[in-house]
């Protein structure tokens, strides 16, 4: 889990803002079963990179009771409505919002930086596959992932235990291959 690397308490606001609309956003499609609907961005001024469009992983459910228990805190009355008392020394404030991001992110399977989070890659796609497969048919090809993303992160793993005649495997192709 990053810890939230902003030391002004105005980044740290806008932190809070994206992080819990995001985390609104998609509690409100998971629990009314629309979880295949894309969320909404947030502003892009307040991110370092670009997001890929916001669609939920369903083999991400595990952290759905996570994000809300973290919605919990941050909408309490500590903080909601608080936004100009913000602090980055509130240790359980950044705690709670390292933790939402991590699980936005998981959740989301991109990466959520900030603008001042300069130690931090950009916000993007983070891609982990694992394939195998026992036998590829002759004259086919397996690709572990195609089309967009930054090609940062992307970790592909393909094994498989005979190769026919003709075929190919390949990790990842960008989409304009």
Known sequence: MDPIALFAAPAVGVAYNVLVDLARGALARWYSGR???TVPAPDRAALRGTLEPLRMDPAASTFVPAIAGDLDVLVSERYEGSLQYLSPDDALLMEALARLRANLEALFGQRITFRGEDARSESGARVRI?????DIDENSEVTGMSGGGSGEDINVHLRARNINGGSKIVGY?????
Not at 130 to 134: S, T
Not at 173 to 177: C, L, S, Y
Request: negative net charge; without cysteine.
């Open 130 to 134: 694992r394939l195998d497969v026992a």
């Open 35 to 37: 979880a295949d609907e």
């Open 173 to 177: 192709k960008r989409g304009d291959e």
